[in-house]
């Protein structure tokens, strides 16, 4: 499809290179519009030998219309070389200066050739702009890489940038490359560093044209495409290195497309530029996208469809990421709360056992200071006893006082002195004392703040089990309203059978007034037998039995009205058994709502068990439909890599083997567009 785009696209210059390469010699850096991105592509295939369908070309006709200075340009051409030609001989100098001086004059249709492909190019970037703009709005979600109309406009894009690229020419090759104006934007524009850096060093990407693909990309994510360009357009000192006069990029309509280009910061789009092979890729513009044909027609319920399943993948994977969320958070709350638990204990014990070592200690300084003050009070009582008997013999004996006397002061100085040393020891140990009682205050404060804590805990485990009763009190008041449904039920089905006992007894009632009246009918009609029998003996007779007739004819009337009361009964039985009918189909409606009841008390049993299973189900559509995803990508990756036979050399079907006709050529072009 690519090689026929291709040849539809450069009909008028191919046939101009074909018959006068020496002229177009002068228009190196022309080039078609609408071809692939491969540059310097040759044409080795004549027009004629091209086998066309009507879609394709009207196709060409519409492009090939904007491009008519060419078609005049080219005609002019090929009948100065006819004219040449005809004169090619040594002899004839004045007419091949004639010709010369024709072409010269048709020279000045090459700069409307440049015109025609600017104002091509800026349609098409027109078109494709305002195309994506309303297809990302009416889809209204974030755009991918595998998008058809962001495709497109950076096909489009790309074109516009290659348009009047002047060549570097190299000992190798000559190649045309738009990395080189792109990556100078770095200079005008300090943020996009990041970008230029990062698509200079992407993995994978060896060329500059791969380079400028993923530096497009990675402009249109950061929504700074416009301004990147803007500050490029308005330095044309440096456009002038790399594109010559008349290109698009130097002339008003590429101002114009950087100012359209503002309109795409509304685009969301998330373009995944690792892996893609943006090196080899052939850019090739879809003119199907903006040219409606009317032989086809739109359909757009599969859109409809494939936007919806997205939507729905979209929201299911929203959905199991808050879930994911909301469970890895209650997990952290319930380990970080386990740990302070666990922690709180810890430290409950080693404050339980700290207490217990000071109250040991706390024992052990208490009866050391008791044996201090025993032993200081039996030293005082001893050194009281000698000061006494000392006295005593004082007093008794006057002899050596002198001696004696000193002999005791310094006894008692050095008492005195124990003494004192044993106060101060005492008042140490007051002290350590009273510290080692603040210690025990500041431990009792710590292990009632811990308590207080461990009782908010307590509380909120409380609170937990509270709630836990509640809901098992709320499954057992719904277990017993479950019974008493089922115990009205036994009652409205005793009633009903109540019922059917009270409509059989009717029924029985009905049977036995309908026998007598049958036998009242039938004792009638004999009456009437008798009496017709004995109308002609008893005419003579007719007047001693006129009273009794009369008689006959009361018993007659009592009868006739005792039948009466007796089909006013059979109706009243008849009304109240199409009542107990009534209130049969009522009991019958009640069974059925008792029925509805218990399904619904199944469905809510169910009802968390669908949930999860449909969001398992969800999960593996998910995966089924990136599964044909992938293999669909496989499909077109393998479809691109093949090539397309003539209509002359495709005789028949590869894969069926069966000849091709015009009408099965025409539903495969059209299947394949």
Known sequence: MADEVRETNTVVEESDVKEEPKVLEVLPDSHPVGISSDEEAPIDKPVTESNWSTPILSLARKATETISSGVSYGAVLRNATSSGSAASSPTSPTKQKSTENDTNQYLPAVKDHMAVERSNLFSMMKLSIKGLIQSSLSLGRTLDSDYPPLQQFFVVLEQCLKHGLKVKKSFINQNKSIWGPLELVQKLCPDSTDITTSARDLPGIKTGLGRARAWLHLALMQKKLSDYLKALLDRKDILGEFYDPGALMMEEEGTVIGGMLVGLNVIDANLCIKGEDLDSQV??????????????????????????????????????????????????????????????????????????????????????????????????????????????????????????????????????????????????????????????????????????????????????????????????????????????????????????????????????????????????????????????????????????????????????????????????????????RTQLQQIQGLHTELQEVHQEKKQLQLTCQEQETALQEMGLHLSQSKLKMEDFKEVNKALKGQAWLKDDEATQCKHCQKEFSIARRKSLFSYIL
């Open 283 to 580: 850019g090739v513009i879809d003119f199907s996208l903006y040219l409606k044909d009317p032989m086809t027609t739109e359909t757009t319920k599969d859109d409809a469809k494939l936007t919806a399943i997205l939507d729905q993948k979209h929201y299911i994977e929203e959905l199991n990421r808050h879930l994911s969320c909301t469970v890895t958070d209650l997990q952290a709350k319930m380990d970080s709360i386990e740990k302070t638990n666990s922690k709180l204990i810890e430290e409950l014990t080693a404050a339980t056992d700290r207490i217990n070592s000071l109250r040991e200690e706390q024992e052990t300084l208490r009866h050391e200071n008791e044996t201090i003050v025993q032993s200081s009070q039996k030293k005082e009582e001893a050194t009281l006893e000698d000061s006494a008997v000392e006295l005593e013999t004082y007093r008794q004996t006057r002899q050596g006082l002198d001696e004696m006397y000193s002999v005791v002061w310094k006894q008692y100085q050095e008492e005195k002195r124990i003494r004192q040393e044993l106060e101060r020891e005492l008042k140490l140990q007051v002290g350590l004392k009273q510290e080692m009682e603040m210690a025990m205050r500041l431990l009792e404060k710590d292990t009632h703040e811990k308590q207080d804590t461990l009782q908010a805990l307590r509380q909120q485990l409380d609170q937990v089990k509270t709630l836990n009763l509640q809901m098992f009190h709320k499954t057992q008041d719904c277990e017993r309203e479950a019974q008493r449904k089922e115990e009205e039920e036994g009652q409205l089905e005793e009633k009903m059978n109540q019922m059917e006992t009270t409509i059989k007894e009717m029924e029985q009632r009905l049977q036995n007034s309908e026998r007598d009246r049958r036998q009242s009918d039938q004792t009638e009609r004999d009456m009437r037998t008798e009496l017709e029998g004995r109308v002609d003996s008893l005419q003579k007779q007719l007047s001693d039995l006129d009273t009794l007739r009369l008689g006959l004819e009361s018993d007659l009337r009592s009868e006739k009205e005792q039948r009466q009361a007796i089909q006013r009964a059979l109706q009243r039985e008849q009304d109240n058994s199409t009542e107990l």
